[in-house]
């Protein structure tokens, strides 16, 4: 199966914006805001991995979160950065960013323009955790992730 890119519209044949409202929470307390997701590769095609393209617009993040698959990502538009456990990371296009098991991490635009990456995943995983209050705290008392967490 192929699935053609189309630069115009940033946008891949037949796959589907899935948009998240412009802020939301869930039930476990995780917010985002400004995101939307593109199933490129999922477990329909099967295989062992799913490939996403995720886009986050100026202001926007994605929720703070844990679990215990891994992520493989890459920048494709804009930049933003990644904080992965008390690390913050700059994304330029290209740039590759691994999120282990079980680390907290979440991905900001604070520019002018859309934010895009592609987040390759295993096809079977288990389901986002929000980050229990202790560890939002050390994330925020931290030199580093304390002024880039969102809420």
Not at 9 to 30: M, N
Not at 90 to 114: R, W
Request: glycine share 10%.
């Amino acid at each position: 199966m192929k699935r053609s890119f189309d630069a115009a519209t940033f946008s891949w044949s037949g796959v589907e914006e899935a948009e998240y409202a412009a802020q939301q929470e869930d039930a476990g307390g995780r917010t985002w805001r400004g995101t939307s997701r593109h199933i490129i590769k999922g477990r329909e095609e099967g295989g062992a991995f799913d490939v996403r393209y995720f886009e986050v617009a100026p202001g926007g993040f994605t929720s703070l979160e844990r679990h215990e698959h891994i992520h493989s990502v890459i920048g494709l538009r804009g930049r933003g950065y990644a904080i992965v456990g008390e690390e913050v990371h700059p994304i330029d296009l290209f740039d590759h960013v691994y999120v282990p098991p079980n680390t907290a991490h979440q991905f900001v635009n604070e520019g002018s323009e859309p934010f895009g990456f592609l987040c390759v995943v295993d096809a079977n995983r288990d389901r986002p955790q929000a980050l229990d209050a202790s560890e939002v705290d050390r994330l925020k008392k931290s030199r580093a992730t304390g002024d880039k967490i969102k809420p």
